[in-house]
């Protein structure tokens, strides 16, 4: 099992796949994927049991993943790289054209890992309870996570699966809330302010966990919380606190470097302060 | 005609609601979802006989879409159940994302499609799904004609791997295909044969466009009836045959012009053999309360529409 100081460096030398493929097609979202490095490192080096070598898409037997907020996509293909499930010299075809690795992730390449299209927000939730339901009914023990952003909760779909997933006792599901308080034209309190979400997923009937999501080891102590919580009846909610842009000091804060790829100056700024641990591609 | 002798009347949903309870049967994997309409779509006799295997969303479509498109994965064969209305043009972006561009093997089946809905008026008369799910990619569209028909699809789409629409409606019909057909998904089925025009017609038009048939052969017109279930893909060969014999062409659909069967019909001939084609359909209008026979003669559905179009279309013939 991976330390956490070996889950760390790995996160560092995601970062640094993240803004160099964003940099390598100018264009592509580095803000959100930097923030959540930690979490998708976490998730994919410690926390599922997964196959990352011999990719099914019914995943039996297997914990499986959805991302919601497909946009962040840079950081997902480099931790599905980085942990197997294709060449890390695939990272180079981000966004290009004939590429599996698509602006945001899809089934329609056939590109292992990804069991679901995902981009037009919102829809993540629900395809996560399906395939939750799906494992109860084969008698599958495993665990489905999906992983949404804030903003995305403006989108009505959330609300209707939140409902769902606790009225029907979906307690194989773990979902977590990149809760970073940025989206494209503001903070999320400008835009629509989103309120107190404890309240609201706790008001939906479901148990909300709370998470630094930039602290590799309270995240993992979080999820292996939720995870406990699992099979008791209630689907379990991680609101986990991110710095959007966590790593690169130029982009930390701000919802400006949401969709926005770096320039050459600011690449090697940014590389110069994330440290290369297993090799660029 | 054999098919004209037929007197029993059923509505298409309950071949549905026959076909899916015969499914759960017969395939573990089949699982049916539904919002709320469980009675209007027919989907009572599943659910009593198989509740682990039927799953109520309450009235929020785009979850139970997003859920289908989730079963899949694990292996499981999801229906989702509501009305034409809110199987398509409500949820459309959750099928196009994570069911069409995902391929997922979700069975859309729709009940209360078109104007034949009747008295709950335009919000709920659907006229436009055909269009909205033929233009998505990989997507398999089927508009059946009776009850017989209707749970002999219903059956067939589950042996089929990918994203199926199924529309069927709301009122007793005559049921008049055979009882236990064998559906082949994109094989049109030539109900009547003859040589002056081909009448492609498909749903609740395909009886109507029998009828018109039979009244056209007093005026010595021998019309061609073909059954078109199978929006798409369009059997284009069964097409090109019909109308390199007959050389002129009517379609009948309750559906608008734009975007329906007329319109897949207009495009094949136009590209491989241009012969005049008349549309039977609701010309760019919403539809309005009122009985579906009242609707069907008001919007210009009816057998004297088909009549007139199939004459209009043989004068057209040069």
Redesign the interface.
């Known amino acids: 099992m991976a330390t956490i100081k070996e889950l760390e460096q790995i996160a560092s030398q995601v970062r640094r796949d993240i803004v160099r493929q964003v940099h390598a097609v100018n264009s592509g979202h580095p803000g959100g994927s930097l923030g959540c490095a930690d979490f998708f490192v976490a998730l994919y080096f410690r926390i599922l049991n997964h196959k990352p070598q011999g990719f099914t898409?019914?995943?039996?037997g297997e914990d499986?993943f959805?991302l919601s907020n497909g946009h962040i996509s840079p950081v997902w293909y480099s931790v599905l790289a980085r942990s197997g499930y294709f060449p890390v010299a695939e990272l180079k075809t981000f966004r290009k054209l004939n590429s599996r690795l698509q602006g945001h992730p899809?089934?329609?390449e056939g590109l292992p890992g990804v069991?679901?299209?995902?981009?037009?927000l919102?829809?993540?939730?629900?395809?996560?309870?399906?395939?939750?339901?799906?494992?109860k009914?084969?008698g599958?023990k495993s665990i489905v996570y999906s992983l949404h952003g804030d903003g995305e909760l403006q989108e009505?779909?959330v609300w209707?699966?939140a409902?769902?997933a606790a009225?029907?006792k979906v307690d194989n599901l773990i979902s977590t809330i990149d809760v970073n308080g940025q989206q494209i034209d503001g903070s999320t309190d400008e835009v629509l302010s989103l309120g107190n979400l404890r309240a609201k997923w706790e008001a939906f009937g479901w148990d909300v966990l709370d998470a630094n999501g930039n602290n590799m080891e309270e995240l993992i102590t979080i999820i292996d919380l939720a995870k406990m919580n699992a099979g008791k009846g209630k689907p379990t909610m991680i609101l986990m606190k991110t710095e959007m842009g966590m790593g690169v000091d130029f982009m930390m804060g701000s919802h400006k470097w949401h969709g926005v790829a770096p320039n050459d100056e600011q690449l090697a700024n940014a590389l110069s302060q994330l440290q290369e641990t297993l090799g660029d591609y | 005609m054999e098919y004209l002798s037929a007197t029993e009347k059923n509505d298409t949903r309950s071949g549905f609601g026959a076909g899916l309870l015969e499914l759960g049967k017969i395939n573990p994997n089949v699982?049916a979802l539904c919002a709320d309409l469980t009675g209007s779509l027919k989907m009572d006799a599943f659910e009593k006989e198989f509740p682990?295997?039927f799953?109520q969303?309450?009235i929020?479509e785009?979850?139970?879409?997003?859920?289908?498109?989730?079963?899949?994965?694990?292996?499981?064969i999801?229906f989702t159940g509501t009305f034409a209305n809110f199987s398509t043009g409500r949820v459309y972006?959750?099928i196009?994302?994570?069911i069409a561009?995902?391929?997922?093997n979700v069975k859309i089946c729709a009940s209360h499609a078109g104007l034949t809905l009747g008295e709950d008026g335009a919000t709920h008369q659907i006229l436009e799904d055909l269009g909205l799910m033929k233009m998505l990619p990989g997507m398999v569209v089927i508009n059946t004609c009776d009850y017989n028909q209707t749970k002999a699809a219903t059956m067939a789409i589950a042996d089929y791997q990918g994203p199926v629409y199924l529309r069927f409606g709301r009122p007793k019909v005559v049921n008049f295909t055979p009882k236990d057909q064998k559906f082949e998904i994109g094989k049109a089925i030539v109900l009547k044969q003859g040589k002056d025009v081909s009448i492609f017609a498909t749903g609740h038009l395909v009886w109507k466009s029998l009828l018109a048939a039979e009244a056209l052969k007093a005026d010595g017109i021998d019309a061609e009836v073909i059954n078109i279930h199978t929006i798409k893909p369009l059997d284009e060969t069964a097409v090109l045959a019909s109308v390199s014999k007959t050389g002129c062409a009517v379609s009948a659909e309750e559906h608008q012009m734009n975007g329906g069967l007329g319109d897949s019909i207009a495009q094949l001939l136009c590209r491989n053999l241009p012969k005049p084609l008349e549309m039977v359909a609701v010309n760019d209008s919403f539809g309005e309360s009122g009985t579906p026979e009242e609707l069907l003669t008001k919007y210009g559905l009816d057998v004297p529409d088909i009549i007139k179009a199939a004459k209009a279309s043989i004068k057209r013939r040069v």
């Open positions: 898409m019914d995943g039996n499986l959805f899809t089934t329609h069991r679901m299209a995902s981009g037009s919102g829809q993540g939730m629900s395809v996560a309870i399906g395939a939750a339901l799906s494992k009914l084969n599958d009505g779909q209707e699966a409902m769902y009225a029907n | 699982i682990e295997r799953f969303t309450g929020a785009a979850n139970m879409m997003g859920i289908a498109a989730g079963m899949t994965i694990g292996g499981k999801p972006d959750q196009r994302q994570s561009y995902s391929g997922k």
